[in-house]
């Protein structure tokens, strides 16, 4: 193992910091409901795992020499938490589906029966000579 934080602590800080930062990112990448585009989950799964697997190579593989240390391995974790951030606040805050507007009815006041009978229209009058007629 090359982690030794008094002989060598920015190596091993880096280390450390490379498979922390790769784990963040596959974490959000796995998250389905993370609000994020199928294209910028596979991105961040893909980063992380070059992160974790940088880290692991030079913690545990790795046997001296030189070694490539990205400064946008630590600006780039930054950003992707931001833009997941940013598309959980955009998810909350989108408008929900139009729901149909609901109609709601006037109670109407009971009817006393007289003004029932009252408003009742006319019954028409048979004019046919089917009935009984007086004669005069």
């Given at each position: 193992?090359n982690?030794d934080?008094?002989?060598?602590p920015?190596?091993s800080?880096?280390?450390?910091?490379?498979i922390i930062?790769?784990?963040a990112?596959?974490?959000?990448g796995?998250?389905?409901?993370?609000?994020?585009?199928?294209?910028w989950?596979?991105?961040n799964g893909?980063?992380?795992?070059?992160f974790?697997?940088?880290g692991?190579?030079?913690?545990?593989i790795?046997?001296g020499?030189?070694?490539?240390?990205?400064?946008?391995?630590f600006?780039?974790?930054?950003l992707?938490?931001?833009n997941?951030?940013r598309?959980?606040?955009?998810r909350?805050q989108?408008?929900?589906?139009p729901?149909?507007p609901?109609q709601?009815?006037q109670?109407?006041?009971?009817?006393p029966?007289?003004a029932?009978a009252?408003?009742?229209?006319?019954q028409?009058q048979?004019?046919g000579t089917?009935?009984?007629?007086q004669?005069?």
């Amino acid at each position: 193992m090359n982690l030794d934080f008094g002989v060598e602590p920015l190596f091993s800080w880096y280390v450390v910091l490379l498979i922390i930062s790769g784990f963040a990112m596959i974490g959000i990448g796995a998250m389905g409901s993370s609000g994020l585009s199928t294209g910028w989950r596979i991105f961040n799964g893909v980063a992380g795992v070059g992160f974790v697997g940088y880290g692991t190579y030079l913690g545990f593989i790795f046997e001296g020499g030189t070694y490539v240390i990205f400064f946008k391995a630590f600006i780039l974790p930054v950003l992707m938490i931001v833009n997941f951030v940013r598309s959980l606040a955009n998810r909350n805050q989108a408008p929900a589906a139009p729901q149909p507007p609901v109609q709601f009815q006037q109670p109407q006041a009971p009817v006393p029966p007289q003004a029932a009978a009252e408003a009742a229209p006319a019954q028409p009058q048979p004019t046919g000579t089917s009935g009984p007629t007086q004669a005069g």
